[in-house]
């Protein structure tokens, strides 16, 4: 017999049709495919959210639609750019039209609770336009819908513990300390510990160009040096977000706090 999952995509229709009579917060992880330095692979960016979507649904009796893996293009100051390898970035418009499409079939389903949780710094304003469209479009006054950035749930404990020598924010945090470490957590045989970028900040004015300078960003693609990350980091931060984001999930959806 299989484990039962909270993962939607490895349930039948069945399973599916009888978990949605409990109403439950259905999240959707959305990220990116893009270069993630010498080390991590490509998919850190969907690979993360999933991971930790599967987390905090567990706790919260929430399943998990499959992960929406492309999203908005590669910038060079939050993410190296499109000039490496591996970047499949999609138009602003077509990940917004995803995510209204995504959120507009959940509701037909019937879900009425739903948990985007997005892994991809660009991403942010048209995984908005989407739901804002899905939410006129719709119309229906029972849906709820909740928009988050995994970061954005690290206290001021952790990042004291994760960043000692001070934390440079997540645009300089791509494919270093933070997403090495929870790769590390949840993915360790992904990670090649023999190449973990070790260089300089990344030193780039504070715009962007077009053409872009590839010249401003470090040739590994790391922005800062992943060196410092950690399986125990790792741990630290999962523990982190699943305590926050479950928090929040429970206030957002007017769960209980069993
Ligand atoms: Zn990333
Ligand atoms: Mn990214």
Redesign the pocket.
Known sequence: MPTPSCRMAEMTWPEYAERLRANPVVFLPTGMVEQ?GPHLPLG??FQLPLAIATLVAEEADGLVAPAVNYGYKSMPRTGGGPHFPGSIGLDGATLSAVLRDIIRELVRHGVQRICVLD??VENRWFLTEGIDLAVRETGTESLRVVCMQHWDFLDDATLAEVFPAGYAGIDME??AIL?TSLMLHFHPGLVHTDRVADNAPMDAPDYDTWPARPEWIPQTGSLVSAAPASHAKGALVAECYRRNISAAVRREFGLGTD
């Open positions: 993630h850190v960016d892994g991809h791509h494919a997403e």
